[in-house]
């Protein structure tokens, strides 16, 4: 039995074949578009850690979370992010001592005073002054694995007088403080062979 189909003659068995073919194509397609979007997810995951699972959470889907995580990685890309002389290392290290001497007699100032620290670091480094999500966003695509410690500490730093921190609360953001520091006086290279080692 012969189907004509724009002017064409085929037989049942070719356009079975036909359809077959098409089936087999679209879910192949389907197939590699998938297996794309898991690489990229993966690759995301690695790169972001938990920064990561965060953007997830605050965007509500993958999809939205990669691509704000590409828009961070794009913007940070256009920055003229640099690494500290060895002279400004030092300054940025005594200073760090002086702050971390006076958490015993007065640890809130001792806490705000690492925030503002950190803050000094970032700028010096290149890294624009902003709001702290978009600092934290921009400081995440070489920093990700800092990135919970960074947020919590920060906010145990601004906390407002009424609710104020326990002791251990700002012991904890002082520690955190310092993990950040040490990240950010080291280049992202070294500090992805640190993490890999």
Do not use: C
Request: net charge neutral; aromatic share 8%.
């Amino acid at each position: 039995m012969n189907y004509q189909l724009m002017g064409y003659n085929f037989t049942m068995i070719q356009l079975v074949v036909a359809a077959v073919v098409i089936v087999v194509l679209i879910l192949v397609a389907v197939g590699v578009y998938i297996h794309r979007r898991r690489e990229r997810t993966s690759a995301f995951r690695n790169r972001f850690g938990s920064e990561y699972d965060w953007a997830v959470m605050k965007h509500g889907s993958t999809r939205e979370a990669e691509t704000k995580l590409a828009d961070r990685e794009n913007r940070v890309g256009a920055l003229n992010i640099r690494e500290l002389g060895a002279i400004e290392s030092e300054r940025f290290v005594t200073e760090w001592h002086m702050v971390q001497s006076r958490f015993v007699d007065h640890p809130k100032l001792a806490v705000t005073e690492a925030d503002d620290l950190i803050n000094a670091l970032l700028e010096a480094r290149g890294y624009p002054h902003a709001s702290f999500e978009q600092r934290a966003a921009d400081v995440s695509v070489h920093y990700p694995r800092v990135m919970e410690n960074y947020r919590v500490a920060h906010s145990i730093a601004v906390r407002p007088g009424q609710v104020e921190a326990t002791t251990e609360e700002l012991r904890t953001a002082m520690i955190q403080y310092r993990v950040i520091f040490d990240d950010l006086l080291q280049a992202p290279k070294q500090l992805e062979t640190r993490t890999a080692a």
